[in-house]
C-alpha cells in the first residue's frame, strides 16, 4: 500500500479513478447517492484547474483505492462558497477538504487518518489559511435506508480535531439510489482551526 500526496499533472490524471472512487463508495449510506461519471468528472475539474489543489491517494500497485481531495475555498464552486459569504466568513482564509473514499477491504487499516494529514499538511505549506474544513450529509436517525450497524463518523472527526460549525450548512441536490429524480440534501460543515 502507498499513499502519496498528488497535484497538477498528476492529479488530473488521477481523476477518471476519482470519479469511479466516488461513485461507489457515495453509493453507500449515508450519501445513498446515484451519480454519473460524466458528472462526477465535471465536478472534478473544479481541482484540475487549480494549481493549489491536491489529493492523498491510496494505492495498491497500480490501482487507486481510496482518495482524499483538498482545495482552496476561494476556489470551490459557487454552492460551496456561498454559505460562508452569507455568514460573512472569508473563503480565502479557509481550505476545503473535499471526500473521502476508500473501498472497504482498506478501511481500518489508518488510511483516514493518512488522508486528514496530508490535506491538513498541504494546507499548512501553501500558507494563508486560518482554518479547514469539510462537509458531510446530514441524514435522519430513522432513515429507512440506514444500515443496522451504521456507526457515524462523528467522533471520529472529533478525534481528529473537527467540531460542527453551528448554524453553517448548505443544500446539495442529487439522486439517491431509492428515487426518481434530485432532491435537495443538507450538509453540515466540520472546522478546525489551522495551526502551524
Do not use: N
Not at 461507489?24 to 493549489?52: I, K, M, N, Q
Not at 487507486?64 to 456561498?82: D, K, L, Q, Y
Not at 488522508?115 to 499548512?124: H, T
Not at 450497524?149 to 467522533?155: E, G, H, N, Q, T
Amino acid at each position: 500500500m502507498e499513499i502519496r500526496t498528488v497535484a497538477g499533472d498528476e492529479l488530473v490524471a488521477a481523476i477518471p479513478a476519482l470519479a469511479r472512487l466516488r461513485m461507489t463508495v457515495f453509493r453507500d449510506y449515508p450519501y445513498l447517492y446515484d451519480g454519473s461519471e460524466a458528472y462526477e468528472t465535471g465536478y472534478l475539474r473544479t481541482y484540475a484547474s487549480c494549481d493549489a489543489a491536491m489529493a492523498v491517494l491510496a494505492c495498491e500497485g497500480e490501482a487507486i483505492v481510496g482518495a482524499s481531495t483538498g482545495i482552496p475555498m476561494a476556489h470551490e464552486t459557487a454552492a460551496f462558497r456561498e454559505p460562508f459569504a452569507r455568514l460573512g466568513l472569508d473563503p480565502a482564509r479557509i481550505f476545503y477538504c473535499g471526500e473521502s473514499v476508500l473501498l472497504p477491504e482498506y478501511r481500518g487499516r489508518g488510511i483516514y487518518r493518512a488522508f486528514f494529514r496530508g490535506r491538513e499538511d498541504w494546507a499548512r505549506r501553501l500558507g494563508g489559511f486560518t482554518q479547514i474544513c469539510f462537509c458531510a450529509v446530514q441524514r435522519p436517525a430513522d432513515h429507512p435506508l440506514r444500515p443496522r450497524d451504521y456507526v457515524p463518523l462523528d467522533a471520529a472527526w472529533r478525534h481528529f480535531g473537527y467540531a460542527p460549525e453551528p448554524g453553517l450548512t448548505m443544500q446539495l441536490a442529487w439522486k439517491d439510489i431509492d428515487r426518481d429524480a434530485d432532491t435537495e440534501h443538507t450538509m453540515r460543515f466540520w472546522f478546525k482551526a489551522l495551526t502551524a
